[in-house]
């Protein structure tokens, strides 16, 4: 995949076929506003080396399938870009508010985290850290309290996760932040049903943020750009603003 790429997916589009990389099938996040406190085995044959980002993204992508499968509007994007390109989070849920997945595998490493966890705390109504028990510790340090915690621990019957955390509302979104995420054709749509002073349509898209965020009630201004996100029929890198 590009580094300048997000994938969406609409999730009723998978096939069963798609959902069996893991054989027991086992929520381990959470559905609508509650966590549930389950967990998944990749119970496949495992060899010795450390599980792949890939592996663990692919165990995620199956859990949310079938999470959020009744939302027939709900999209899961992957490497979707935040606060006008400047971080990317692995995986991100948008269905009635936004929901943050970041993965920190056993190969990886938890400099950036803190950076992340400031950027996506911005957007985000619900974050959930999938980390490797090697990283566990030192990663929950690094990350405010209401983020989720999922821990994943190899054992003999497999890879384990298990939550050990559950992800509460985040109760400081910017909506500003949540704005970035939309293209201009999008910020335009708003502007005509929030704003009645038209702007140049040379503004730019900070200066188009900056009169919403001025103008509209912050609430449901948030609310109507999550709409336009899950409208939107393609994916693509967001453009800097």
């Known amino acids: 995949m590009s580094a300048r790429t997000s994938r969406r997916h609409r999730i009723n589009g998978f096939s069963e076929s798609q959902e069996v990389i893991v054989p027991r099938i086992l929520l381990i996040g959470f559905h609508r506003h509650e966590a549930i406190e389950y967990y998944l085995v990749r119970s496949a044959n495992l060899s010795e080396q450390p599980m792949t980002e890939e592996q663990i993204r692919a165990d995620i992508r199956a859990q949310l399938i079938t999470l959020f499968s009744a939302d027939e509007t709900a999209l899961i994007v992957e490497e979707m870009e935040v606060c006008s390109g400047s971080a990317r989070i692995d995986m991100a849920v948008i269905c009635d508010r936004l929901i943050g997945i970041e993965i920190k595998g056993p190969r990886d490493?938890?400099?950036?985290?803190?950076?992340?966890?400031?950027?996506?705390?911005?957007?985000?109504?619900?974050?959930?850290?999938?980390?490797?028990?090697?990283?566990?510790?030192?990663?929950?340090?690094l990350i405010p309290s209401w983020w989720g915690v999922v821990i994943g621990t190899i054992g003999c019957d497999g890879y384990r996760?298990?939550?050990?955390?559950?992800?509460?509302?985040?109760?400081?979104?910017?909506?500003?932040?949540?704005?970035?995420?939309?293209?201009?054709?999008?910020?335009e749509i708003l502007l005509n049903n929030f704003i009645p002073k038209r702007l140049p349509k040379s503004a730019s898209r900070?200066?188009?943020?900056?009169?919403?965020?001025?103008?509209?009630?912050?609430?449901?201004?948030?609310?109507?750009?999550?709409?336009?996100?899950?409208?939107?029929?393609?994916?693509?890198?967001?453009p800097i603003a």
């Open 206 to 238: 900070k200066r188009m943020r900056d009169q919403l965020v001025l103008g509209a009630q912050a609430d449901k201004l948030k609310q109507a750009g999550v709409a336009l996100l899950r409208m939107r029929k393609e994916w693509r890198s967001l």
């Open 109 to 141: 490493s938890l400099d950036r985290l803190p950076r992340q966890a400031s950027q996506y705390s911005k957007c985000f109504d619900q974050v959930v850290l999938v980390v490797d028990s090697q990283l566990a510790q030192g990663a929950i340090a």
């Open 161 to 187: 996760y298990q939550i050990a955390r559950r992800p509460r509302k985040n109760k400081l979104v910017d909506v500003n932040s949540v704005l970035s995420l939309l293209w201009k054709n999008e910020m």
